[in-house]
């Protein structure tokens, strides 16, 4: 459906703002009333002499009329739109709905905008849903408020007309929702930041390791020195491992940081990047090293070296995820298990076979990344032991613009959170479910 | 098609949502918000389909769809149950409770409209 300039809409308003009769308003302008009916319903563009003569008779100036609505605000009513699956011919008016409309319209796309971020929260808290009732029963609360936000809105945003008096209640209803969402959304931070002032102990050894790395930059300076410090005086004055537990964890992490660091030495690995660019293939071959090194120093270098945004995930042989450092964009669950369509996953499934694979995280901004995947033993080889290997995916946002065309593997945070609704991956349902 | 919905939900702006939809599409709907006097208020009514939202004050809507169950007159009714948890052990809970079919808070308007159809089309049955 081609997209019209609602300057008629505007025109249409304004006059009737001001009482004028149609017939009064083009007698004015030397038209007929019948072409300026036409014009007020969108059915004749019109600019030039005749705009300029309809905005002196309505009294404004003529950019009023002609410039269409706000570009963030219309932006943000399609986003609403997309997420919540209205049929085309609804989402296609707008424009529309912005020009006629404009107060709702920002109400509406500021509670879409509300309605994100909240499940943005509900997918960080789900995964503690099963282990903390009143947390549970917070989220029921919110939840409730974002069904009758989101009802109201649809009612308003839809098709059919609705009368004034109705319509003056949704409008109140949402606006008591949002403030409700507000306290909701209130009460839960403080209980959260509560819980964990109360009990630090609460956070995993796995999240003190990752929570002091994260401080350090992802980068031991320390441990790329020709003479560095022993494993364990480096983890020792660490203030963020708070148990002997974390400590032990940090300890083994900076061990084989220490040993990738001798491998590929920072100074010879930026040379080779400059030359090779992050090409894990290349760099292991110029290197000698294994892959899923290469990966673990790219994921570590310093953020002077340039290489931009870089996640990386571990996972033993069970796929529980044992390290992760985050980039923007990518979901890796702090609790439960992951996406089972993750790289990490097919790479685990078959050992010392490179993947590489650009995935498409799930979510309004959809965004794609470049990831390459090694399984590798996680531990020296033993005939007498058992072999437990280890999966690792280095996480780069995907190359501008893109190098090749490659399939695209649509893949999500956990399925507890995940919106796809056809997964063949699917373990169990979504708690973010369909739209209308 | 349409007849009478018998929405017991405490949430006043879901009800007010609820009722408009669903009267716009030729229902009748009456409300109530007290989870105690639930089953009275079923049997009072005599509702085509009920929709029950599970967190009611005072009485679980588990509890309320049991008594419906137990009931000569009402172990037929259509009963749509609302969530908000859309936890397994909710739906699981609501399936074996009876319930005809179940919808997770967040849900849609269209999916509250098409549900309702859809029970009201089973009710008539053959």
Known sequence: MAKLPLTG??????????????????????????????????????????????????????TSLSEGADIALLGALREAAEAAALNAADAARAEELAGRFPGWAELIAAQARRIASLERTVGTLSDRLAHDPHLSEALHDLLSTVTAIR???????????????????????????????????????????????????????????????????????????????????????????????????????????????????????????????????????????????????????????????????????????VFRKPIAGFALPQFGAACPLLPLYQALGRPMSPVRAIVEQAGRHSARFLTYAISQPGQPADFDGPVVFEATMLILPEPQPPQRQAQVIPIGPTCRVCPRDHCVARREPSILSASD | MPGRVLLIEDEPNIIEAIRFILSRDGWTVDVHSDGATATDAVAQRAPD????????????????????RAGDATR??????????GQSKDRDMAERAGASLFMTKPFSNAEVVASVRQLAGRAEGP
Request: net charge negative; glycine share 6%.
């Open chain 1, 151 to 321: 009802s109201a809105s649809s009612i308003l945003a839809g098709e059919e007309e609705v009368d004034p008096e109705w319509q003056a209640r949704f409008l109140r209803n949402i606006n008591e929702d949002s403030h409700r969402l507000v306290t909701a959304s209130e009460a839960l931070v403080r209980y959260l930041d509560a819980e964990t002032a109360a009990d630090g102990a609460r956070a995993t050894p796995q999240e003190d390791l990752e929570a002091w790395l994260s401080a350090e930059g992802w980068h031991l300076a320390d441990l790329e020195r020709a003479l560095p410090p022993s494993a364990a005086s480096l983890v020792q004055r660490a203030e963020a491992l708070r148990s002997d537990a974390a400590r032990r964890l940090a300890a083994d992490y900076a061990t084989r940081y220490r040993k990738d660091a001798e491998a590929l030495p920072l100074g010879a690995l930026r040379d080779a990047i400059a030359r090779h660019g992050l090409d894990p293939a290349a760099l292991s071959q110029a290197f000698g090293v294994d892959l899923a090194t290469v990966f673990r120093r790219i994921a570590t270098l310093p953020d002077e070296a340039g290489a931009g945004p870089v996640g990386l995930a571990i996972c033993d042989a069970s796929g529980t995820l």
């Open chain 2, 49 to 68: 389909l009920v929709i029950l939202d599970v967190m009611l004050p005072n009485r679980s809507g588990f509890d309320i769809l049991a008594d419906i």
């Open chain 2, 76 to 85: 037929d009714l259509p009963v749509l149950m609302l969530t908000a948890r």
């Open chain 1, 9 to 62: 809409s505007r025109i249409r308003e304004r006059r009737l703002d001001l009482g004028l009769r149609q017939a009064a308003l083009a007698e004015a302008c030397g038209i007929s009333a019948s072409y300026l009916n036409l014009i007020e319903h969108n059915r004749r563009r019109i600019g030039g002499k005749l705009l300029n003569n309809l905005a002196a008779a309505l009294e404004v100036e003529p």
